[in-house]
């Protein structure tokens, strides 16, 4: 059973930073590309990053391009977001996704190709 289990959202302030984590499990971590996805209350999931499966590329949304670092540690099976300069535009839940992507060292930007999903985690940035 693949699980992804999103932490480290909290109420922050803006110009502050936060570092989410997403574990997963139940999955052959290194075959997946993995991504980040906000999604604020009345609007639609949005692209945040996403990280090939080697982490050799990163793609990044133009909001927060600059500001926010995606990364990963295939040996514990870990995927990381730093999120710096913080606005109030950021809040949202952010959601960790996994997208096989056997033999492919690229990511997808697209909600569609994502196989497999967490649940999410509330970030709120004040002004």
């Known amino acids: 059973q693949v699980q992804l289990v999103e932490s480290g959202g909290e109420l922050a302030q803006a110009g502050g930073s936060l570092r989410l984590s997403c574990a997963a499990s139940?999955?052959?971590?290194?075959?997946?590309?993995m991504g980040w996805f906000r999604q604020a209350p009345g609007k639609e999931r949005e692209f945040v990053a996403a990280l090939s499966r080697t982490g050799g590329r990163t793609y990044y949304a133009d909001s927060v391009k600059g500001r926010f670092t995606i990364s990963r540690d295939n040996a514990k099976s870990m995927v990381y977001l730093q999120m710096n300069s913080l606005k109030p535009e950021d809040t949202a839940v952010y959601f960790c996704?996994?997208?096989?992507?056997?033999?492919?060292?690229?990511?997808?930007?697209?909600?569609?190709?994502?196989?497999?999903w967490g649940q999410g985690t509330q970030v709120t940035v004040s002004s």
């Open positions: 139940g999955l052959t971590f290194g075959s997946y590309a």
């Open positions: 996704a996994a997208d096989l992507r056997y033999g492919m060292a690229t990511a997808s930007s697209s909600v569609n190709d994502y196989d497999y």
